[in-house]
């Protein structure tokens, strides 16, 4: 995942690093297309895109060091933007379906269109306000959100 080796992000990227055997494609498409939406809508700042990687994808990733989601469980991610944690973590986990959910359309477009692309069959993602979803946790064995840096 991604070329840099600050220190910052070392022990995450040694953890993860065992985990994305095979799955570097997949990031690296992730990236290219998450970048690519990135230019015409805004998902995450300039400046962050640039640091993709360090700040969203690993971080997104984290997770992964202290929670394992079972094979056919489902995860629910609440106010995805962009498709993250979601989609980083679908790619990690492809036994486990995740449910994506944001309030602002033109994202959640993105996200479907990154999954369609990454071949993510393990992803939905659906356009509804948090305060919505409610009903829907006891369906989901995990629910995420990320936090703003």
């Known amino acids: 995942i991604g070329q840099q080796n600050d220190e910052a992000t070392f022990p995450l990227r040694q953890h993860c690093a065992a985990n994305v055997v095979g799955k570097r494609r997949q990031f690296a498409e992730l990236e290219q297309e998450f970048k ?26 984290g997770i992964a060091k202290v929670v394992q989601f079972p094979a056919g469980s489902a995860v629910l991610d609440v106010g995805t933007g962009g498709g993250l944690p979601g989609l980083p973590l679908a790619i990690l986990f492809p036994e486990v379906k995740f449910h994506l959910v944001d309030s602002i359309g033109k994202k959640i477009k993105a996200v479907q269109f990154m999954a369609g692309a990454l071949g993510l069959s393990n992803v939905t993602a659906t356009q509804t306000r948090a305060e919505q979803v409610r009903h829907w946790l006891r369906a989901f064995g995990q629910t995420t959100a990320a936090g703003v840096p």
Do not use: F, G, P, Y
Not at 44 to 51: C, G, L
């Open 36 to 61: 690519a939406w990135n230019a015409q809508i805004n998902l995450v700042s300039r400046t962050d895109a640039d640091n993709l990687t360090e700040r969203h994808i690993l971080h997104s990733l």
